[in-house]
């Protein structure tokens, strides 16, 4: 099992910048990949930014150059950075890990979320 624990949500004004953290504790081994996905009421949960182990780091087109995602390996972190905020980035933002699974060939895991509003 893994453990994701998220931090660094909050109330933030438009044009501000802010940073979350997530921190993952366990059975943390064949990772695939770790990341930051975000989610309004009444919409599905989408991608803001994902790094591949060994690759490349995606992210949805609407968040590329506003959004900064940092990996730490050795520390098993995943931070992100949000600059220019604004009012459509109000959303909860999960912490997101894809391991290995030889038997079902992945599972997910999920923080439980941290709520990030942007508002004057």
């Known amino acids: 099992q893994v453990q994701l624990v998220e931090s660094g949500g909050g109330l933030v004004q438009p044009g501000g910048s802010l940073n979350l953290s997530c921190a993952a504790s366990g059975s943390i081994f064949n990772v695939l990949a770790m990341g930051w996905y975000r989610q309004t009421s009444g919409k599905q949960r989408e991608l803001v930014a994902e790094?591949?182990?060994?690759?490349?780091?995606n992210s949805a087109d609407s968040m590329k150059g506003r959004f900064t995602l940092s990996r730490d390996n050795a520390k098993n972190t995943v931070d992100l950075k949000i600059d220019s905020l604004k009012p459509e980035d109000t959303a909860v933002y999960y912490c997101?890990?894809?391991?290995?699974?030889?038997?079902?060939?992945?599972?997910?895991?999920w923080g439980q979320g941290t709520q990030v509003t942007i508002s004057s």
């Open positions: 997101h890990v894809r391991q290995l699974n030889v038997t079902m060939g992945f599972t997910d895991y």
């Open positions: 790094t591949i182990t060994g690759g490349p780091t």
